[in-house]
């Protein structure tokens, strides 16, 4: 699985920048391919703490302040925690205005979801906490104002059988197929992505260029002099 969210993670990594970044998680970094120059690592204890510069505290309650993070990585954390909105409303605080908040779960749709329905497979790891779809987290994400830029999948295998399958795991991020075993979502703050993405076309044309109320002609159908004279009439 590490191997698989690694891969699909590169790409998004690489465009990653900003001095700070915060990875939580209870597994292995996953985040250390990007730009950002300083990684912080998380642990809810002393003693788990991988060295003295980890961040020791409640996931619900990051020693942080406002804004200090440009990229903060969630990696398999809202699923176990046990104040997950409270965690990922932290989460979106550190993050500066023009940073990136990144979610990375266990899809319920894919084949490990569909082999939790066993009350056994739910007591193993990965198998227990409460897994959500990406429309879920949007609706979450959305109450601390931020959007979602993309979701990628990865990891994708048969029912019953190990990873590993080179085959469907290319087909299934050419196509980025909602039946992986993991989801990776980006997402950033929107008033970030109001600037990012610019003016819109109103009603297929853009504003400024003609007056609201009118209508514009293309030149094979104008009216001529004589037809106006009639239209007045």
């Known amino acids: 699985m590490r191997?698989?969210?690694?891969?699909?993670?590169?790409?998004?990594?690489?465009?990653w920048c900003g001095q700070h970044g915060l990875e939580m998680s209870l597994a292995?970094?996953?985040?250390?391919?990007?730009?950002?120059?300083?990684?912080?690592?998380?642990?809810?204890?002393?003693?788990?703490?991988?060295?003295?510069?980890?961040l020791v505290c409640r996931?619900?309650?990051?020693?942080?302040?406002?804004?200090?993070?440009?990229?903060?990585?969630l990696n398999h954390l809202l699923e176990v925690v046990s104040h997950p909105h409270q965690?990922?409303?932290?989460?979106?605080?550190v993050v500066s205005p023009q940073g990136r908040l990144v979610l990375l779960g266990w899809s319920p749709l894919s084949?490990?979801?569909?082999?939790?329905?066993?009350?056994?497979?739910?007591r193993q790891m990965p198998g227990q906490g409460v897994w959500r779809t990406p429309r879920t987290m949007k609706d979450w994400l959305q109450f601390v104002d931020f959007e979602i830029e993309r979701v990628d999948y990865c990891r994708f295998r048969l029912p019953g059988l190990a990873g590993g399958n080179g085959m469907l795991e290319t087909l299934g991020r050419r196509?980025?197929?909602?039946?992986?075993?993991?989801?990776?979502?980006q997402a950033r703050c929107r008033s970030q992505l109001a600037c990012t993405q610019g003016k819109r076309p109103l009603f297929g044309?853009?504003?400024?260029?003609?007056?609201?109320?009118?209508?514009?002609?293309?030149?094979?159908v104008r009216q001529t002099p004589k037809q106006k004279k009639v239209a007045m009439r």
């Open 3 to 15: 191997r698989s969210e690694r891969a699909c993670l590169g790409p998004l990594a690489e465009r």
């Open 175 to 185: 196509h980025n197929l909602p039946l992986g075993d993991c989801y990776i979502i």
């Open 87 to 93: 965690l990922l409303q932290e989460a979106a605080r």
């Open 111 to 122: 084949s490990s979801g569909l082999m939790r329905v066993r009350p056994r497979r739910r």
């Open 59 to 73: 996931p619900e309650r990051l020693a942080l302040p406002d804004g200090a993070m440009d990229v903060v990585v």
């Open 205 to 220: 044309l853009p504003v400024g260029n003609t007056a609201l109320g009118t209508t514009r002609l293309e030149p094979s």
């Open 28 to 54: 292995e970094p996953l985040a250390d391919m990007s730009a950002v120059r300083h990684w912080i690592r998380w642990s809810p204890t002393r003693e788990l703490a991988e060295s003295c510069s980890t």
